[in-house]
Antibody
Framework: EVQLVESGGGLVQPGGSLRLSCAAS????????MNWVRQAPGKGLEWVSS????????YYADSVKGRFTISRDNSKSTVHLQMNSLRAEDTAVYYC????????????WGQGTMVTVSS | EVVLTQSPATLPLSPGERATLSCRAS??????LAWYQQKPGQAPRLLIY???NRATDIPARFSGSGSGTDFTLTISSLEPEDFAVYYC?????????FGGGTKVEVK
């Protein structure tokens, strides 16, 4: 079964850091661009970051550039999102998402992990 | 940045009725548009990719059309499980963007 399972969410103070992880299974992980998409409470979807299969090319939304870092370990089929200098507006459910072919649509989504930034 | 504008924001319909959802892009995205369905408490699910291609296991009552800047998602006859929020998303250029969503609700 193709599956993505996120972990690492929680409550963090403004200015703090958090590292999200996503464990993939059931597919050739290194062949796919992996992504993070977030959804603030009651709001729509926002793309956050993407990373190519070989780990060489990264892409970020302007809202997180310079604060978030995406990385992957193809030997463990995992992708991470290191989030620093967190702000209240980063509060959201963070989804780990696979692109269906190198630059295709988002075809597989994890269940999401909640990040709350609050004092 | 490509801005996607979805309309209407809310669409009240009854089971069995036809639903027509619109997504308009601020510039041409050729056919690089996808549609997703999201139910409360669940992750989004891919319905349509490249404007008109149904994703795996998506029922035939869902169809997509359009190119350039104007796109439509049609649900031919609403089933009870189709009442949800629908998002469009473009992959034509960075940053990847989503529309604000259309909520299909029971009338």
């Amino acid at each position: 079964e193709v599956q993505l399972v996120e972990s690492g969410g929680g409550l963090v103070q403004p200015g703090g850091s958090l590292r999200l992880s996503c464990a993939a299974s059931g597919f050739a992980f290194s062949n796919h661009v992996m992504n993070w998409v977030r959804q603030a409470p009651g709001k729509g979807l926002e793309w956050v970051s993407s990373l190519t299969g070989n780990g060489e090319n990264t892409y970020y939304a302007d809202s997180v550039k310079g604060r978030f870092t995406i990385s992957r370990d193809n030997s463990k089929s995992t992708v991470h999102l290191q989030m620093n200098s967190l702000r209240a507006e980063d509060t959201a459910v963070y989804y780990c998402v696979r692109r269906s072919w190198p630059w295709g649509p988002f075809d597989i989504w994890g269940q999401g992990t909640m990040v709350t930034v609050s004092s | 940045e490509v801005v996607l504008t979805q309309s209407p924001a809310t669409l009240p319909l009854s089971p069995g009725e036809r639903a027509t959802l619109s997504c308009r892009a601020s510039q041409s995205i050729t056919n690089y548009l996808a549609w997703y369905q999201q139910k409360p408490g669940q992750a989004p699910r891919l319905l349509i990719y490249d404007a008109s291609n149904r994703a795996t296991d998506i029922p035939a009552r869902f169809s997509g059309s359009g190119s350039g800047t104007d796109f439509t998602l049609t649900i031919s006859s609403l089933e009870p499980e189709d009442f949800a929020v629908y998002y469009c998303q473009q992959r034509s250029s960075w940053p990847l963007t989503f529309g604000g969503g259309t909520k299909v609700e029971v009338k």
